[in-house]
């Protein structure tokens, strides 16, 4: 499984412990939120299913909240897969068949040759650091409001 997780650390900002606390907390929704919709915007695309897969942002604290994926080739797909280990057969023969090509010859393909990254995770957080400050700007006119 691979695995994104988004935290912000207290800075002594002169808020009550709780508003501040609420701000933040909001403020990382609102980039756990962009940064799924950016994931499922950059993720290759056959199937669907990768993309499809990140719409589970999850609190776990006002501190943290987790975003995952459960495409079990999302992994191999951003860091790529290095020549010379024997990738699982059964996903690629799925694949090679909804290609019209030969299993055997793909999965060998990629054993020998291996996969190119694809960084798909890195382009969804490069395009939401441009936004955070914004974000932190509506969680605290929200928080007044």
């Known amino acids: 499984m691979i695995q994104w997780q988004i935290e912000i650390h207290d800075d002594g900002i002169a808020l009550t412990a709780i508003r501040y606390r609420q701000a933040k907390s909001h ?43 459960n495409a079990e080739y999302a992994e191999a797909v951003q860091e790529g897969r290095k020549p010379g280990h024997a990738p699982p057969f059964k996903p690629i023969a799925r694949w090679a068949k909804r290609h019209g090509l030969p299993a ?15 960084p798909f995770v890195d382009r969804a957080i490069d395009a939401v650091e441009p936004r955070i400050a914004e974000y932190w700007k509506i969680a605290m006119r929200d928080l007044v409001l």
Do not use: M
């Not at 939120?33 to 499922?40: R, S, T």
């Not at 055997?104 to 694809?118: C, D, M, S, Y």
């Open 104 to 118: 055997g010859a793909v999965w060998r393909k990629i054993w020998q040759k291996g996969i190119e990254p694809n």
């Open 27 to 69: 403020c990382l929704e609102l980039i756990g939120l962009d940064l799924n919709a950016n994931l499922q915007k950059e993720a290759p695309v056959d199937t669907g299913r990768l993309a499809g897969s990140f719409n589970n942002l999850r609190k776990i604290s006002d501190d943290q909240y987790v975003t995952s994926s």
